[in-house]
């Protein structure tokens, strides 16, 4: 293989697992917010 | 004192009173070192450059597959709790099931060894020497997987999970324990591999035989 | 630093920190790959294929980093009985498991245009291996615990044991290249390195590190928060069921 075409896909890996990990974490973070603020409402 | 020697005495007497485990390892060892041969070569010279790497491998996951029955009877008796409430030191505890099981492995290689050298074509130095390495590094290797059983031990699988976890520290004993014989084989002096083995066991029994009986202490303690 | 130990106290600050750091990370990032992509040379003797550094070595640095940081947190988590430095550790495991991935991705993608195959047994790439062996022991164990309260301790212990097993892993992997010693052509990063790679790479490595300590502390916060709605819900349960609350 050339060099650009592995060049490219070595950054898009990189890219796409730290978006990856982004995605996940913000997903679970907001999750448990909405979990949070539904619970707390209740018991008031 | 007192209490180590009943300890230990326990654990030999689970191991005479369950034979089964001695045969099933000597059978297991045995057959998978004869099936590569088979799956490898009859070649003389090859047999004899793989075979010392493929004893390790085995030796370690005959290690592997008997420790589960180092703790399996305790749990079920709930002996580690009992020990708990009576305060018994777990670092004998630990200790006497490392013996123990260093003991059967011995005695399984003892007799797996002479007929691995005649095997494989190995030379009787060459069997001296890797007995050698055996010796230095299996106390090691049985105390960071039963380390690794302690971790595990509040889950309820721990099969896999032993050896996924053990297997990042044990990788180095592997190399310098095939690196002796590989370096008797080259020509080369013995004494550099041979002292990062000991440098190894050293370091492996300062540190991890006080943490992993913590570890089975405060699985006892649930 | 006891400051910010309060869990309430670190929730108010990384809350107010998470958008900054997220800000800066992408800056970092976006200036780092434009010096990195655009405007460093090639090397004399690699060519183009140098660029892979910039992604490989930062994440492989983070990667032994991150380990450290892992059993740090450990290690005060054990003296002070201190939980959010457990929960610190414990969120960072997935993060230097994806860099450690990373590393080991372009690592392998920087062979293929070095030595001409996808896997050479480089004492360097093999002992990244390694640890992220070490990496999905940790996470196996912390999945199969669950959040069980005995889970933090065991996790500390493995952490602490295997930081003393880095140092090991990197030796013995280095003797047992030497002995059959194939080509090393990732060169070690001296400090010989021309100022003009120099910028690039230390932008990415700021960037990678921005990025982890942002998505560390959201993790955190999560957990934090989890927590937070459990206690509340066991609360409702005694003020539903008086006979509890006695």
């Known amino acids: 293989m050339t060099h650009p075409l592995l060049l490219s896909l070595a950054y898009a890996s990189c890219f796409i697992l730290l978006t990856g990990l982004l995605f996940k974490t913000y997903k679970k973070r907001r999750e448990a917010q909405k979990k949070f603020e539904n619970v707390s409402k209740k018991l008031k | 004192m007192h209490i180590f020697s009943a300890l230990l ?36 010279t090859l047999l004899k450059s793989f075979g010392p790497g493929l004893l390790w491998v085995i030796t370690i996951f005959t290690i592997l597959s008997s420790v589960e029955s180092f703790y399996k009877k305790d749990n079920d008796n709930s002996l580690l709790s009992f020990y708990y409430i009576q305060k018994t030191p777990f670092i004998l505890v630990f200790f006497t099931k490392i013996i123990a099981h260093f003991c059967l492995m011995i005695s399984i290689l003892m007799i797996i060894l002479p007929l691995f050298g005649l095997f494989f074509g190995l030379e009787l130095k060459s069997i001296v020497i890797l007995s050698a390495s055996l010796l230095l590094g299996t106390p090691p ?16 699988k721990t099969g896999m999970l032993v050896l996924v976890i053990v297997l990042p520290f044990i990788i180095p004993i592997l190399i310098f324990g095939v690196g002796t014989v590989t370096f008797y084989e080259t020509g080369q002096t013995l004494k550099q591999p041979f002292m990062f083995m000991a440098a190894i066991f050293l370091f492996v029994f300062a540190f991890v035989p006080w943490i992993a009986a913590y570890a089975l202490k405060e699985s006892a303690r649930q | 630093m006891t400051r910010f130990a309060n869990p309430k106290k670190f929730y108010n600050l990384s809350q107010k920190l998470i958008p900054i750091l997220g800000i800066t990370t992408l800056l970092f990032f976006a200036i780092g790959l434009y010096f990195a992509l655009f405007h460093s040379p090639a090397d004399y003797q ?57 590393a080991l991705i372009t690592g392998s993608l920087w062979g293929k245009l070095a030595w001409g195959a996808y896997w050479v047994w480089d004492a360097r790439l093999t002992s990244v291996l390694i640890l992220l062996f070490l990496y999905i022991a940790y996470l196996a164990l912390k999945q199969s615990m669950q959040d069980k309260p005995i889970a933090s301790k065991m996790l500390r212990l493995l952490a602490l044991i295997g930081l003393l097993n880095i140092p090991i892993i990197k030796g013995s992997v280095q003797w047992w290249t030497t002995l059959h010693q194939p080509p090393s052509i990732i060169r070690s990063l001296g400090i010989s390195i021309h100022m003009s790679m120099l910028i690039p790479l230390l932008l ?43």
């Open chain 2, 9 to 44: 005495k326990h654990e030999f007497l689970l191991l005479t009173r369950n034979k089964e485990i001695f045969f099933t390892l000597l059978l297991f060892f045995g057959l998978s070192l004869f099936l590569f041969p088979f799956a490898l070569s009859s070649d003389a």
């Open chain 2, 141 to 156: 290797l049985i105390t960071l997987i039963h380390f690794a059983i302690a971790l595990t031990l509040s889950t309820q």
């Open chain 3, 46 to 102: 690699q060519g183009e294929s140098v660029r892979m550094m910039y992604i490989h070595v930062p994440a492989a640095w983070f990667s032994t980093l991150i380990f450290v940081f892992m059993a740090t947190m450990s290690g005060v988590a054990f003296v002070w009985r201190h939980p959010l430095a457990d929960l610190l550790a414990q969120e960072a495991a997935l993060i230097g498991a994806i860099y450690t991935s990373i």
């Open chain 3, 204 to 246: 990415m490595a700021a960037a990678f590190g921005l990025f982890f300590l942002t998505i560390l502390l959201m993790r955190t916060q999560t957990r934090l928060l989890n927590i937070k709605t459990i206690a509340l819900l066991k609360k409702q349960d005694q003020l539903d069921d008086p006979s509890l609350a006695a």
